[in-house]
């Protein structure tokens, strides 16, 4: 069974989280560690291509809990802004 996604079209993002924060995954940089779902379950899986894509479940999460995930990536592919679009991660 396929992961419900925040955005199918955008597997991997951006999505806006009702937080007002956009989350999303340079795929490009993706290596497929999985150290974001160590730290984020309910907001990552990895998709067919080992690139990580963002559940619908992401609102679950707290903001500072995502921000960890994306900071224990050791690409730093996960890009997060806040709600005026200053970037929050990576600086």
Same mark, same amino acid.
């Given at each position: 069974m396929d992961p419900k996604l925040k955005d199918s079209e955008n597997p991997s993002g951006p999505v806006i989280l009702k937080s007002g924060y956009k989350i999303w995954v340079e795929r490009g940089l993706c290596i497929g =560690? =999985?150290?974001?779902? =160590?730290?984020?379950?309910? &907001?990552? &899986?990895?998709?067919?291509?080992?690139? =990580?894509?963002?559940?619908?479940?992401?609102?679950?999460?707290?903001?500072? +809990? *995502? *921000?960890?995930?994306?900071?224990?990536?050791? &690409?730093?592919? *996960?890009? *997060?802004?806040?709600?005026?679009? +200053?970037r929050i991660f990576p600086k």
């Open positions: =560690a =999985a150290t974001c779902i =160590a730290v984020s379950p309910k &907001v990552y &899986v990895l998709d067919k291509e080992a690139k =990580a894509i963002i559940l619908d479940s992401a609102d679950e999460d707290t903001i500072e +809990n *995502i *921000i960890e995930s994306a900071k224990a990536c050791p &690409v730093a592919a *996960i890009i *997060i802004e806040d709600a005026q679009g +200053n």
